[in-house]
């Protein structure tokens, strides 16, 4: 089995960083992507970032500029960093690894945190 430990999120002002942290865990083979989404409430669950191993990226035009996502494929981590942060970034913030292969040759599944809280308010 695989899981996903996300860490980092909290309150914090605006203008304000914050950085997220997504460890998986397992027998983890291969990761083909990871990255983060987030949803408010009321809100559909939508794509903040995302990184492949090769380490192509795929940002949300709300936070171009403003976040950056990382990867240690060795540890099968991942990390956003998020900077000049707003209240519409108030969201709880979700780490998926997608296409995760256990053996070479087994199907890749994909895996999702429990989600940490991110506020931005003053």
């Known amino acids: 089995q695989v899981q996903l430990v996300e860490s980092g999120g909290g309150l914090v002002q605006p203008g304000g960083s914050l950085r997220l942290s997504c460890a998986a865990s397992?027998?983890?083979?291969?990761?083909?992507?990871m990255g983060w989404h987030r949803q408010a409430p009321g809100q559909q669950r939508e794509l903040v970032a995302n990184m492949t191993s090769g380490g192509s990226t795929n940002y949300a035009d709300s936070v171009k500029g403003r976040f950056t996502i990382s990867r240690d494929n060795a540890k099968n981590t991942a990390y956003l960093q998020m900077n000049s942060l707003k209240p519409e970034d108030t969201a709880v913030y979700y780490c998926?690894?997608?296409?995760?292969?256990?053996?070479?040759?087994?199907?890749?599944?994909?895996?999702w945190g429990q989600g940490t809280q991110v506020t931005v308010s003053s």
């Open positions: 397992g027998s983890i083979f291969r990761i083909n992507a």
């Open positions: 998926v690894a997608v296409g995760v292969k256990q053996r070479p040759l087994s199907r890749g599944y994909d895996y």
